[in-house]
Nanobody, 125 residues
């Protein structure tokens, strides 16, 4: 089955750095846009950063200049380098894949959206 495998979450002190990674696997053939969303307790899920297969990036204003997203198209892998972390960055971070093509030799589907299960980033002193 199609899935997004996340890694890299953990505890970090304010001002520190952390890098998240996500890999599309299973029946996922290709992905148009990959990225990260986050959700803090009691808050709405919000966009953090995305990158298309052409390398076009989009960042939330709250992380612009501090976070950097990159992508390896050959492996459908995306990384989020987080620097100068703040306590307000604390949240569960979810990998996102949009415009995904899935299938095998018998059936192919287009325009699928997938979410990772989430990885916790805890910024605390």
């Amino acid at each position: 089955q199609a899935q997004l495998v996340e890694s890299g979450g953990g505890l970090v002190r304010p001002g520190g750095s952390l890098t998240l990674s996500c890999v599309a696997s299973g029946s996922i053939v290709s992905v148009y846009v990959m990225g990260w969303y986050r959700q803090a307790p009691g808050k709405q899920r919000e966009l953090v950063a995305t990158v298309t297969s052409a390398g076009v990036t989009n960042y939330a204003d709250s992380v612009s200049g501090r976070f950097t997203i990159s992508r390896d198209n050959a492996q459908e892998q995306v990384q989020l380098e987080m620097n100068s972390l703040k306590t307000e960055d604390t949240a569960v971070y979810y990998c996102y894949a949009g415009g995904a093509v899935t299938g095998d030799s018998e059936e192919v589907t287009y325009g699928n959206t997938f979410w990772g299960k989430g990885t916790l980033v805890n910024v605390s002193s």
